[in-house]
C-alpha cells in the first residue's frame, strides 16, 4: 500500500487525481474516481457557473468522499464559476490554462484547497507564496493545453521550487509512471487520458475506440502558432487544422476551425470536425475498466516497481 502526504492533505486513500477534461469529466465521472479512492474532479471548461453548481450538486449525491472543481481559466466564464466554486465549498479547485492569482483569496476564504497546473518554476514560486496547497506539475506529453516542458524535467523542477507536495501529470498511465513520477519527487499523480477508458466515462463510443486503440505515435500538437498548444490524437480534423495553421491561415479562420471541435469529438464522435485531446500516453491505455479498478490497478502496479529499485544500489 503507498501513502503519501497527499493522502492525508485531501482525505483520499491514493494518491490519484483524476485530470480536469474540459466537456468529459462530469459529476459521474468524478464520483466514480473518488468512490475509487482517488480525488475526482469535475471540469468546468467553458460552460457557465449554473451547470458547474448543478454537477458538483449531482456529485454530493454521488459520493460522500472528497472531490474537486478544475477552473479553466482561459474560459469566459471563469468569473462566475470561480464564485461557483467557493458559494459550494467543495474541497478542493486544481486550476489550468493560466495564472490563478486573482481567485485564490475568494477559494481559501472559502476553506477551499487550491491545487494550479503550473508550467513553470515562476508559477510554482508565486502560488506557493499565495497559499496553494500543492501543485501539479504538468509536462507537455499530456492531452489537451500543454506548457513547453516536459514532466521528466518539469516535476525536479517544480519539486525544488517550493515546499508543497508535487504531483505529477502527463505521460503517466501505468504503474510505471507512477512509480517514475515519485523517484522524481512527485508524491501523487494526476491522469487524464487513462481515465478516457473509464467506464464512467460519457465520452462518445468513437472517441473512447480510438484512446484503447491509439499506437505510439497517434497524437500530434495544433495551435503553436496562436500561443495554444493543444495535444489531441491525429485525426483528419488535426491534421487539416495543422496544414491550415502552416499555410498562412488567419487567426480568425483558425478559431473557426477550432469552434465546436471539442463537444463534436466528445458528444458526437465526429472525427472529420472534432478535436478528440488526448495525451500520449493513449498508447498504453489497453481496455475499457471501471474507473475505481485503473485507480486501484496503476497503485498496485507501482508498490513492486518502487519496492524493487533498491536493487540496482551496491
Ligand atoms: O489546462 C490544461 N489543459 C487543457 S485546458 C483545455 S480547454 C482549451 N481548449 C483549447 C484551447 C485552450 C484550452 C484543454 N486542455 N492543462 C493545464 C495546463 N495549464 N497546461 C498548461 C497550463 C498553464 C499554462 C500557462 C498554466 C498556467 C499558465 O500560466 C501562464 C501565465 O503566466 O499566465
Known amino acids: 500500500m503507498i501513502r503519501t502526504e497527499l493522502c492525508e492533505l485531501l482525505g ?100 477551499i484547497k487550491v491545487i494550479p497546473v503550473v508550467p513553470s518554476v515562476a508559477m510554482a514560486k508565486l502560488v506557493t507564496r499565495l497559499g496553494a496547497a500543492a501543485v501539479i506539475a504538468e509536462g507537455g506529453e499530456s492531452g489537451g493545453h500543454i506548457g513547453e516542458l516536459t514532466t521528466m524535467v518539469l516535476v525536479p523542477l517544480i519539486c525544488d521550487a517550493t515546499h508543497l507536495p508535487v504531483i505529477a501529470a502527463g505521460g503517466i498511465a501505468d504503474g510505471r509512471g507512477v512509480a517514475a513520477a515519485m523517484m522524481l519527487g512527485a508524491c501523487g499523480v494526476q491522469m487524464g487520458t487513462r481515465f478516457l477508458s473509464a467506464e464512467e466515462c460519457s465520452i462518445h463510443p468513437v472517441y473512447k475506440e480510438k484512446i484503447v486503440k491509439a499506437k505510439d505515435l497517434c497524437t500530434m500538437v495544433t495551435g503553436k502558432r496562436l500561443g495554444h498548444p493543444v495535444r489531441s490524437l491525429r485525426t483528419s480534423f488535426a491534421r487539416n487544422y495543422f496544414k491550415e495553421e502552416y499555410g498562412g491561415a488567419s487567426d480568425e479562420a483558425l478559431d473557426a476551425l477550432a469552434t465546436g471541435s471539442l463537444r463534436a469529438a466528445v458528444v458526437d464522435g465526429d472525427t472529420e470536425n472534432g478535436c478528440f485531446l488526448s495525451g500520449q500516453v493513449a498508447a498504453l491505455v489497453k481496455q475499457v475498466e471501471p474507473a475505481a479498478a485503473i485507480v486501484r490497478a496503476v497503485m498496485e502496479e507501482a508498490e513492486p516497481i518502487l519496492k524493487g529499485a533498491t536493487k540496482w544500489v551496491k
Do not use: C, H
Open 12 to 111: 483520499i486513500e491514493y494518491p490519484v487525481i483524476q485530470g480536469g477534461m474540459a466537456w468529459i469529466a462530469d459529476a459521474e465521472l468524478a464520483a466514480a474516481v473518488s468512490n475509487g479512492g482517488g480525488l475526482g474532479i469535475i471540469a468546468a471548461g467553458n460552460a457557465p457557473g449554473e451547470y458547474v453548481r448543478e454537477q458538483v450538486r449531482k456529485a454530493k449525491t454521488l459520493t460522500d468522499k472528497p472531490f474537486g472543481v478544475n477552473i479553466m481559466l482561459l474560459s469566459p466564464f471563469a468569473d462566475e464559476v470561480a464564485k461557483v466554486a467557493a458559494e459550494e465549498q467543495v474541497a478542493v479547485v486544481t486550476t489550468g490554462a493560466g495564472n490563478p492569482s486573482k481567485y485564490m483569496k475568494l477559494w481559501l476564504e472559502a476553506g
